[in-house]
């Protein structure tokens, strides 16, 4: 574990210098984070009606008073999980009256996707007061260049491992109506400053735990199988290529791996819980230098009924097997670090196309099953086939267009139908037969 943490550091460290903060026992340092940025803090918290938000919220005012940062008002709760449209609005009402300096975002992964968003919708929405203009990929920094306005400071604290929200410039946000999650991609949304205590994440129950850490390898997964094959071909990101990538994801992976069960476990295993925070942190690195694809792609149809992290660690495997005849190295990479955690016995280099496909799939749900994970949708309650058709639309809409270019094996709206429902179909009897790998 030692050299593992050692590696994740030093690449954390590349990653974010001084501009994050993270390790076990640094909430105290959250007051000075803030008073670089800000003497007047609006903050978003989780924790209101729950037991143990009492002490997170005493806490936050300790660490703000010690560094000389007055409170803008009341602390303003955070987001229902998934962020739901009506808590963005709700926030970025909130900052409207108390007009902070600084806003800062304490909880989990909805929590601070829904500050992100208020933060912009607050500072935009006289002129843009539609929120349907701010999903996509770089809208929000057009707007504010239009309007020759900018985002207010945000610092986020990160409370439970999973989605790496205070690291990256995603925001995920939920229509309750229409159960379809949408996705604001901007680097107007990265916080300059952030902080990630890892052991205040040893309150997090068992289930919790198996969806955040499965977030995480969900994102190493889908960022390494969508990363170009040229090791030298850069990724958009100056300076990172496939071997930047292959470093962060498999090192965040095989973190994750092989801790999630112990942390599951003993909850108050606090090397494990380590291991789950560095590995996830690697998760929000990798997904700063490359895309997610069809699993998440998924799971933004799927969530009145499954968490995020849920519903992209049970696609995984499925997409996997579509995935495999254009992914063998990145395979056989990731199968070594199940084939580590003990997780299959086969012998992956003499495994090709959707045959290690369909044994690193396998190593999956063998993980899956190991933690009481949840392996076919057809297990979900409240799943029905409408939930196929409304992924089958998604996936089709404009909004979500570079999740399906992100895949290794592309697709577009006319061939959605061709391969993504044997993928859906599979996913929900747990039938890989019924996957089609395009030729």
């Given at each position: 574990?030692?050299?593992?943490?050692?590696?994740?550091?030093?690449?954390?460290?590349?990653?974010?210098?001084?501009?994050?903060?993270?390790?076990?026992?640094?909430?105290?340092?959250?007051?000075?984070?803030?008073?670089?940025?800000?003497?007047?803090a609006?903050?978003?918290?989780?924790?209101?009606?729950?037991?143990?938000?009492?002490?997170?919220?005493?806490?936050?005012?300790?660490?703000?008073e010690?560094?000389?940062?007055?409170?803008?008002?009341?602390?303003?709760?955070?987001?229902?999980?998934?962020?739901?449209?009506a808590?963005?609005?709700?926030?970025?009402?909130?900052?409207?009256?108390?007009?902070?300096?600084?806003?800062?975002?304490?909880?989990?992964?909805?929590?601070l996707?829904?500050?992100?968003?208020?933060?912009?919708?607050?500072?935009?929405?006289?002129?843009?007061?539609?929120?349907?203009?701010?999903?996509?990929?770089?809208?929000?920094?057009?707007?504010?260049?239009s309007?020759?306005?900018?985002?207010?400071?945000?610092?986020?604290?990160?409370?439970?491992?999973?989605?790496?929200?205070?690291l990256?410039?995603?925001?995920?946000?939920?229509?309750?109506?229409?159960?379809?999650?949408?996705?604001?991609?901007?680097?107007?949304?990265?916080?300059?400053?952030?902080?990630?205590?890892?052991?205040?994440?040893v309150?997090?129950?068992?289930?919790?735990?198996?969806?955040?850490?499965?977030?995480?390898?969900?994102?190493?997964?889908?960022?390494?199988?969508?990363?170009?094959?040229?090791?030298?071909?850069?990724?958009?990101?100056?300076?990172?290529?496939?071997?930047?990538?292959?470093?962060?994801?498999?090192?965040?992976?095989?973190?994750?791996?092989?801790?999630?069960?112990?942390?599951?476990?003993?909850?108050?295993?606090?090397?494990?819980?380590?291991?789950?925070?560095?590995?996830?942190d690697?998760?929000g690195?990798a997904?700063?230098?490359?895309?997610?694809?069809?699993?998440?792609?998924?799971?933004?149809?799927?969530?009145?009924?499954?968490?995020?992290?849920r519903?992209?660690?049970?696609?995984?495997?499925?997409?996997?097997?579509?995935?495999?005849?254009?992914?063998e190295?990145?395979?056989?990479?990731?199968?070594?670090?199940?084939?580590?955690?003990?997780?299959?016995?086969?012998?992956?280099?003499?495994?090709?196309?959707?045959?290690?496909?369909?044994?690193?799939?396998?190593?999956?749900?063998?993980?899956?099953?190991?933690?009481?994970?949840?392996?076919?949708l057809?297990?979900?309650?409240?799943?029905?086939?409408?939930?196929?058709e409304?992924?089958?639309?998604?996936?089709?809409?404009?909004?979500?267009?570079?999740?399906?270019?992100?895949?290794?094996?592309?697709?577009?709206?006319?061939?959605?139908?061709?391969?993504?429902?044997?993928?859906?179909?599979?996913?929900?009897?747990?039938?890989?037969t019924?996957?089609?790998?395009?030729?």
């Amino acid at each position: 574990m030692d050299d593992k943490k050692q590696h994740a550091e030093s690449l954390l460290n590349k990653f974010k210098g001084g501009n994050y903060v993270y390790g076990l026992g640094c909430f105290d340092r959250l007051g000075g984070l803030v008073a670089s940025l800000g003497k007047r803090a609006s903050v978003v918290i989780s924790g209101t009606g729950k037991d143990w938000g009492p002490a997170l919220h005493d806490a936050t005012r300790r660490t703000l008073e010690g560094a000389g940062v007055e409170l803008a008002g009341a602390m303003i709760p955070g987001a229902q999980p998934n962020a739901p449209r009506a808590d963005v609005f709700r926030i970025a009402a909130a900052l409207e009256e108390q007009a902070p300096e600084v806003v800062v975002g304490i909880g989990g992964g909805s929590c601070l996707d829904a500050a992100k968003a208020a933060a912009a919708y607050w500072v935009l929405h006289d002129q843009y007061p539609d929120l349907d203009d701010y999903f996509g990929l770089g809208r929000v920094s057009k707007m504010l260049e239009s309007s020759g306005r900018r985002m207010p400071p945000l610092v986020a604290a990160q409370t439970a491992s999973g989605s790496a929200a205070h690291l990256t410039k995603y925001s995920n946000i939920t229509d309750p109506g229409q159960a379809q999650k949408l996705l604001i991609i901007d680097e107007a949304l990265v916080p300059p400053k952030c902080l990630f205590d890892y052991a205040m994440t040893v309150s997090m129950s068992r289930d919790f735990t198996m969806d955040g850490a499965l977030d995480g390898a969900a994102h190493c997964l889908e960022v390494l199988y969508g990363a170009p094959a040229d090791a030298n071909r850069e990724i958009g990101v100056p300076g990172k290529n496939l071997e930047t990538i292959r470093e962060v994801t498999l090192l965040g992976l095989s973190l994750i791996v092989n801790h999630v069960k112990t942390a599951c476990d003993n909850p108050g295993d606090i090397e494990a819980r380590e291991a789950l925070g560095l590995g996830t942190d690697l998760g929000g690195y990798a997904i700063m230098i490359g895309g997610t694809n069809g699993a998440h792609l998924t799971s933004f149809s799927l969530v009145d009924v499954l968490s995020h992290g849920r519903a992209c660690a049970l696609m995984n495997p499925y997409y996997t097997v579509f995935f495999a005849p254009a992914i063998e190295p990145k395979l056989r990479a990731v199968g070594a670090v199940y084939k580590d955690a003990g997780y299959t016995r086969a012998d992956l280099d003499h495994l090709h196309g959707r045959d290690l496909g369909l044994e690193v799939a396998e190593a999956m749900l063998a993980l899956s099953n190991d933690i009481g994970f949840p392996t076919t949708l057809a297990e979900t309650p409240g799943f029905t086939a409408a939930h196929i058709e409304r992924a089958l639309s998604a996936a089709q809409n404009p909004a979500l267009e570079m999740k399906l270019k992100n895949m290794p094996v592309p697709l577009s709206a006319q061939n959605v139908e061709q391969y993504m429902r044997p993928i859906l179909e599979a996913a929900r009897t747990g039938d890989f037969t019924l996957i089609r790998n395009m030729p």
